[in-house]
């Protein structure tokens, strides 16, 4: 289950151990109307946690998973920075919006754990993901059979930035950066090193040159 806390903070609770529902969704899509609406740089926080439990995919559909990651990735392509804290086991919808996040924060002991389903992982986007952004022998484990990948080993792998007994440190330090960048230029650079892991130099150069030129002229209005 993924809750909104705060009326003036962007901050989500996420509860893995539950399937995904339409509350989820929706609850997501609050919290970026939000962000979008008067926060014009800042972070957006979501503490995730929990491995949803066995018959997790009894009440889903196509439909609900594809509201589900269009929801995800307009978190992921939002204005504002975004931290992820992760404690316990984390898979699910908490994997989901953990490795959709640009900062994540690991508490010891945490892990993340592609769900099983019947007789194999699951293979959401979380799965896509995880093969984008990770390396190495734990996360092809994790990905085919399900092995949880523990804090330090995502840490090596570049799951997660840092591990760390408080978070609250880490999140001020975050908040202060991003603090001192515009959240529209956050997410052009965010946009610039998605489209990096697949275009060629050629084909990056007139997407760069752009938003140079438009650093310009904004260097040049101030």
């Known amino acids: 289950m993924v809750t909104v806390a705060g ?19 929706e609850a997501v899509s609050r919290l970026c109307d939000r962000a979008e609406d008067g926060f014009g740089g800042g972070v957006l926080v979501a503490y995730v946690s ?9 009440t889903l559909d196509v ?12 978190l992921e392509r939002l204005g504002v920075t975004t931290v992820a804290v992760a404690t316990g086991d984390c898979g699910g919808v908490a994997l989901d919006l953990l490795l959709a996040a640009d900062v994540r924060i690991a508490v010891p002991g945490a892990r993340l754990a592609l769900p099983v389903d019947g007789d194999a992982t699951w ?8 093969a984008r952004q990770g390396a190495g022998a734990g996360v092809r484990r994790a990905a085919l059979l399900g092995t949880p990948i523990g804090a330090h080993l995502a ?13 609250a440190g880490v999140l001020a330090e975050v908040a202060a950066e991003a603090a001192a960048v515009a959240g529209t230029e956050v997410a ?3 946009q610039l090193m998605f489209d990096a892991a697949q275009q060629s130099f ?20 101030s």
């Open 63 to 74: 439909g609900l998973l594809s509201k589900w990651e269009r929801a995800v990735r307009r």
């Open 155 to 167: 840490l090596a792998a570049g799951l997660v930035d840092v591990v760390v007994d408080d978070p």
């Open 202 to 221: 050629e084909e990056a150069l007139g997407a760069h040159l752009a938003a140079c030129d438009r650093a310009l002229r904004r260097g040049a209005a």
């Open 188 to 190: 052009i650079r965010r």
């Open 7 to 25: 009326v003036d903070d962007l901050v989500l609770r996420v509860d893995g151990d539950r399937p995904l529902s339409v509350a989820d969704v």
């Open 50 to 58: 929990g491995v949803p439990l066995p018959g997790w995919t009894r």
């Open 123 to 130: 293979p959401g986007m979380a799965l896509y993901r995880l």
